[in-house]
């Protein structure tokens, strides 16, 4: 009758752990939220990207940020209001950061 116990016991054991791993994967497939694909364009031809035009900062921009109006200044990133947060000095087109990369 022990055995018989100990046996039903250890199912049930098995059986909760066996649920509980299920649930743990379960969790974490579900917090790897899947990417789900974009709506595919069934053209044969490929569209031309569009070509990348670098923002220069303006003379008045220059001015108000007390830079030298001589500097070339791309403007990296603006904050809700318009007004430049980060810019780049560029001495030469290399230096140019395409920001559609």
Do not use: C, H, W
């Amino acid at each position: 009758m022990k055995k018989n116990i100990k046996k039903i016991l250890l199912l049930i054991f098995v059986l909760v752990l066996i649920f509980l791993a299920y649930l743990l994967v379960n969790i974490s497939l579900k917090e790897k939220k899947v990417n789900t694909p974009a709506d595919v364009n069934n053209q044969d031809s490929a569209q031309p990207a569009a070509e990348f035009v670098p923002e220069m900062m303006t003379e008045s921009e220059k001015v108000e940020m007390k830079l030298g109006p001589q500097l070339n200044l791309q403007v990296i990133s603006r904050d809700a209001d318009g007004k430049v947060e980060a810019y780049k000095i560029i001495r030469s087109e290399s230096d140019i950061i395409n920001l559609n990369q």
